[in-house]
């Protein structure tokens, strides 16, 4: 199957007009998507497939129960299987930080692990947390001591980290490098390093970045530097792709789009329904000028003058938290709208569930899944038409606006009025058959299959793609 | 007279070349005493490399001495390198590190010093909890360590204090180790219930 195209997006449509494309799981059949559940079935399953003496009664009996089909399905996979990698995950950001990209990291590696693979993760250590622990499921952490130093980077230091990654990789025997986040200098050092001893490697660009501002252009150079040489990419929307191909100048064929996925065990709605007396509007995230917190603070006040009964409940701390409290003393709002500072991750859920809509005014979003998580919570969700964002979630499940106030306002209205059609368990229903992270994991597996099966270089062609970039990137590699 | 015949040695060498394992298992008076001994092996390039080093300084002390004739700074100079030098090549390089594991008394950590001195450490079998095999990170290499857990410390104490054996060799002493401490610790238990 084609991973680039799916069946029901098309690059064209994607400028706000008109359908929103969105990314669901290829697997068609209701599969237990609860990692719980996954764990017990596949450990059982694993157990059959090793010891066929355990009999095709027990088989018989696992099929005729209500999630027979689904075990089928598994089983058929478990026998056809491919080769199992033995992958090492490489960022700055991991565990016991929180974000988008580490629980990426942390959900991946979990399935791909139970599908059979091997799977270690390199990052810097946090604090007093270093060496190697490990997580569930086996999954083996390197928390190298070396002190990050702006926004939880290593220092980049060109050659300092290549001793110790070539150690790990001699060590675990990895077969493949996977690399997250363009912002991450580890990353970029140990895809360098991994090209160089000959390794497949793999990057997952998780962001939109700019073109125009002097951070951005210094971050595009060094990215066409380390994906010169890459053998395959993943990106998690199809903005997010054509992004990434314009910033690397990596051909388009090289890059895979998968999206992100969510944990639909943790994020289950309401037992009952809440009330429509009161409509309760939640805003979760980071209060930062990136995440439209001044949005916020200009939708907030006319939202509450225009429908007397909303009541908003912000979730989140940041920098621009100070202007929320002052919009909510200038137009007396104490009651209406209710702030909760900082949330931690396994609290997320039970803010989520006590509203009816979910706001995100995010200005720049490759993925966002937030919105996911409040899909699954079965809130009916209101967001900025930015990046990847309508590629998320069916027309039916989210109302887009554009990220100006008044538009954010009507759409707010908008869906003020679609809430009683909406039914939280069945939207979370949905959400289960739309994404799960073992749908990302067996998608990432062909992509895995696709790097290995590139020709392998020797230095000189390998050394030649960096030719593209100039004397002084040729030079600096011919130093080492 | 020493009864040859109940001494059985296994030698273990490795590609590396650079340690030596040997595993004492005393038949005879001393039965129950087992030695496991890391020696270092003295490569010849190298000590021909050092001696070499050795004489160019010697060499480039006299050149000063010549061209300066400040006699009183280059010799106090040169002696005070000598000095720095013999300390680190013979007076703290390590011939051998051992591991005498006594099953109900203790563990005797040795470590033999090319100056003839020679360090020793006991562990009472009681205040060892566990031995373990560590994986240490630090910002260049990745390497394992044995190292045991005492009862009421909170830092753990490492076997090898100045070698890095390879992990195959430091998994049969680990093994004999946890053995030891096993035995111990059925017995203990067995005297706590009877009080």
Known sequence: MDLMKSPISSTGKRNGQGSQSFLPSLLPSSFPTSTVSSIGILGRLRKLHQNPSLGLEKLYRHLTTGVGNSIFLVIFTDVMGGPTHRILMVSDFFYPNFGGVENHIYYLSQCLLKLGHWVVVLTHAYGNRSGVRYMTGGLKVYYIPWRPFLMQNTLPTFYGTLPIIRTILIREKISLVHGHQAFSTLCHEALMHARTMGYKVVFTDHSLYGFADVGSIHMNKVLQFTLADVNQAICVSHTSKENTVLRSGLPPEKVFVIPNAVDTAMFKPARSRLSYDKIIIVVVSRLVYRKGADLLVEVIPEVCRLCPNVHFIIGGDGPKRVRLEEMREKHSLQDRVEMLGAVPHAQVQSVLISGHIFLNSSLTEAFCIAILEAASCGLLTVSTRVGGVPEVLPDDMIVLAEPVPSDMVWAIKKAIHMLPQIDPQEMHLRMKDLYSWYDVARRTEVVYDHALKCSDENLLEHLSRYLTFGAWAVSRYWNW | ?195
């Open chain 2, 1 to 195: 007279m020493c009864n040859c015949n109940s001494l059985r040695m296994t030698m273990v060498t490795f590609a590396n070349g650079r340690y030596t394992y040997i595993h004492d298992d005393h038949g005879g008076p001393f039965q129950a005493v087992d030695s496991h001994h890391i020696v270092v092996q003295r490569i010849s390039t190298r000590r021909f490399l050092v001696y070499i080093a050795t004489l160019l300084l010697l060499a480039n002390a006299c050149n000063i001495l010549m061209l300066k004739e400040n006699y009183g700074a280059v010799l106090l100079w040169s002696i005070v390198l000598g000095f720095f030098l013999a300390k680190s090549l013979y007076w703290k390089r390590v011939l051998k590190e051992s591991v005498v594991v006594m099953p109900t008394l203790g563990v005797q950590l040795e470590t033999h010093y090319g100056s003839g001195r020679i360090v020793r450490r006991f562990v009472p079998m009681g205040k060892i909890l566990r031995s373990v095999l560590n994986e240490c990170v630090t910002p260049v290499t990745c390497y394992w360590s044995l190292a045991f857990i005492l009862r009421g410390e909170s830092e753990l104490m490492l076997v090898f204090q100045e070698l890095r054996p390879p992990v195959k060799m430091l998994v049969p002493i680990w093994k004999a180790l946890c053995a030891a401490t096993e035995s111990k610790e059925n017995s203990y238990t067995v005297t706590e219930d009877s009080h």
